[in-house]
C-alpha cells in the first residue's frame, strides 16, 4: 500500500482485492467474524458513548482509513459514492445482526461470553498494532465460537427476534459512526495524505482497542469514555504537518510541478554567450578569446 504497510489491510488486499472491494472486507470484517454481535451481547451498544467507540474503533479505524487513502481510486465524488453504497449494505446487515442477538443471548451464560468478547478485542488490538505478534494468535472468529461453546447454556434458549427494536436502532448507529468516518477520510483524503502518518495512527488505534476491554469487563468504572480520549489523543499525536507522503510520489504527481511549478527559475533569460555555438563558422576566437569574425558585434551601438 502506498500510504501504510496496515497489516490488517494488506492481508486483505492480497485475499479480495483493491478499492471498493477492499473496503467492503474492511468494514464489513466486524459481521463476518462475528465481533460486531458479541458487542452487542456484551452490552457495549447501550450507551451513546459505546455506540460511537463501536463505530470508530471496530468499523472505522486505521484499516479503513489506510484503505481510503492508499487504495481507493477514482475522482473524490466517486470515492464518496463509493462509501455511500458500502455503507449501506454495512447497516443493513448490521440490523440483520443486532435483531437476533437476543436470541443468541437466551441461549448464553453472558458472564462468561464478556469475557471472550474482551478477549476478541484484545486480540484484534495486537493484530492491527503488529502483524508478526497477530501470526501467533488465533482469528477473531475463533475466539467467537469458543466463546459461544463456554458460555452456551441452552436451557434458557428462546426465539426473540428483535425483543427491543432499540437494539436495532443502536446497532445501525454503530455501523452509521463508522461510515461516516470513512466518508469524512474520503471527502479531505488529499489533505490527510500529507499531513497525517498513518501508521503512528494505527498504532494508536490499537492502544483504543486495548482500553475498550477494560470498560467491557468494568475493570475500570467511569463515566469518561477512555478508549475515545485514547483515539482523540492519537489523531492529534499522528498529524504531521511536514506531510507524512512525498509529494513527488504521489499518484499523478509531477515531481517538477511539486518542487516549484515546474518552471525553471532562469527560464526565458538565456545569456548571450550560451545563445553562441562553439561550431558556428561566423564566430572564431583568437587565442585571447577575442572574435575575429567581424560581423559579430556589428549592429551594436558604437558606444558599447
Do not use: C
Not at 518542487?259 to 538565456?270: Q, R, W, Y
Amino acid at each position: 500500500m502506498s500510504v501504510s504497510q496496515h497489516p490488517i489491510a494488506l492481508r486483505l488486499e492480497r485475499q479480495v482485492g483493491e478499492g471498493t472491494q477492499l473496503l467492503a472486507t474492511v468494514m464489513g470484517l466486524p459481521l463476518i467474524d462475528g465481533i460486531f454481535p458479541a458487542l452487542v451481547l456484551a452490552g457495549v451498544l447501550s450507551s451513546p458513548l459505546g455506540i460511537i467507540e463501536v463505530g470508530l474503533l471496530v468499523f472505522g479505524g486505521s484499516a479503513t482509513l489506510a484503505v481510503v487513502l492508499a487504495e481507493m481510486e477514482g475522482t473524490r465524488r466517486e470515492q464518496v459514492v463509493s462509501v455511500l453504497v458500502v455503507g449501506v449494505l454495512l447497516m443493513l446487515v448490521a440490523a440483520a445482526e443486532a435483531a437476533i442477538a437476543p436470541t443468541i443471548e437466551s441461549a448464553l451464560e453472558m458472564a462468561t461470553f464478556k469475557r471472550f468478547a474482551a478477549l476478541v478485542i484484545l486480540a484484534i488490538a495486537a493484530k492491527t498494532a503488529s502483524a508478526t505478534v497477530g501470526e501467533y494468535l488465533p482469528s477473531p472468529s475463533v475466539i467467537v465460537g469458543l466463546g459461544l461453546v463456554a458460555s452456551l447454556d441452552p436451557s434458557g434458549f428462546q426465539f426473540a427476534l428483535i425483543a427491543d427494536p432499540m437494539d436495532v436502532l443502536r446497532g445501525v448507529a454503530a455501523a452509521g459512526a463508522g461510515v461516516a468516518f470513512a466518508l469524512g477520510a474520503a471527502v479531505f483524503a488529499p489533505w490527510l495524505r500529507g499531513n497525517v502518518d498513518i501508521d503512528r495512527f494505527r498504532f494508536g488505534s490499537a492502544v483504543a482497542l486495548g482500553v475498550l476491554p477494560l470498560t467491557i469487563l468494568e475493570i475500570i468504572q467511569t463515566d469518561v469514555p477512555i478508549a475515545l480520549a485514547v483515539l482523540a489523543v492519537t489523531s492529534l499525536l499522528a498529524l504531521d504537518p511536514e506531510g507524512a507522503v512525498d509529494p513527488t510520489e504521489a499518484p499523478g504527481g509531477d515531481p517538477a510541478v511539486a518542487d516549484g511549478g515546474g518552471v525553471p527559475e532562469n527560464e526565458g533569460t538565456v545569456a548571450v554567450d550560451d545563445e553562441r555555438s562553439d561550431d558556428d563558422p561566423r564566430v572564431d576566437t583568437d587565442d585571447e578569446g577575442g572574435s575575429t569574425d567581424p560581423s559579430v558585434g556589428s549592429d551594436r551601438a558604437p558606444w558599447l
